[in-house]
């Protein structure tokens, strides 16, 4: 139980806001009341603003439903507002308005889609947060299958749900088996977007943090020598 409250503020960043467009939106939707919500939500919840990030997310999800409750944008209002609610600990609210977000898109696009993919992505994490750790295994494999059969082993969105089933098996305490899926990730990462992305460097602290667990001092020491060394470099690169 202490290792789960002490990994509970990093779960927050594996959780993922749908901050994308969808394939379907309707043809007269330019600048929406739900877009100025929407965004206003993303970026309070940014600035860690999360009682506004809730008034404004559930303003977006009520413009969109009073006008079409089946409107794909909602399962992006619905999602979100599970990230928020994951950000705050209110656990069962978040898998509440997550399996309706999956409803939602998957009425609109069908199980086979991306959006699905970052829907059972957060739903692995807020599972296995709960010690719902057979329902999270499901909701992170069967994310990473779609990932596959949409992207294949290589791309980037299969490295992230690696790193999700690799937070998933952290928290259950199968070290071995986390690891295994962090350096599959860091592999994809490094061979897709490079060494110093910053999706790179997340799968990268994971893996380090997953050595100093079990006791691999060494290789945690080493591994840091190299995260250092990306750092540094990015670092460069942005001067």
């Not at 059972?120 to 947060?129: D, E, M, P, S, T």
């Not at 909701?139 to 294949?152: P, Q, T, V, Y």
């Not at 592999?187 to 790179?200: A, C, D, K, Q, R």
Request: glycine share 4%; proline share 2%; hydrophobic share 45%.
């Amino acid at each position: 139980m202490m290792m789960l409250r002490k990994l509970t503020s990093f779960v927050v960043i594996v959780l993922i806001l749908l901050m994308l467009l969808f394939d379907r939106l309707p043809e007269k939707a330019q600048a929406t009341s739900w877009e100025m919500y929407q965004s206003a939500g993303h970026q309070a919840i940014a600035e860690r603003r999360l009682s506004d990030a809730e008034e404004f997310l559930l303003a977006a999800a009520q413009q969109i439903e009073s006008m079409n409750p089946d409107d794909p944008r909602l399962a992006s209002t619905l999602n979100d507002l599970g990230v928020l609610y994951g950000m705050q600990q209110r656990d069962t609210e978040a898998e509440s308005v997550l399996h309706r977000s999956l409803v939602i898109n998957e009425r609109a696009f069908g199980h086979q889609h991306l959006t699905s993919i970052l829907i059972l992505q957060n739903l692995g994490v807020i599972y296995a947060v709960q010690d719902k750790f057979l329902e999270a295994h499901q909701a992170a494999r069967e994310s990473l299958a779609i990932s596959l059969e949409l992207f294949g082993a290589g791309h980037p969105r299969t490295g992230s749900t690696c790193r999700t089933l690799a937070v998933v098996y952290e928290l259950q305490g199968s070290y071995e088996e986390a690891e295994l899926f962090a350096e599959r990730s860091v592999t994809i990462f490094e061979n897709t977007v490079g060494e110093g992305h910053p999706e790179t460097l997340e799968s990268l602290e994971l893996l380090i943090r997953l050595m100093w667990i079990t006791d691999r001092e060494d290789e945690a020491q080493q591994l840091e020598a190299r995260l250092n060394t990306f750092l540094q470099r990015s670092h460069s690169d942005t001067k």
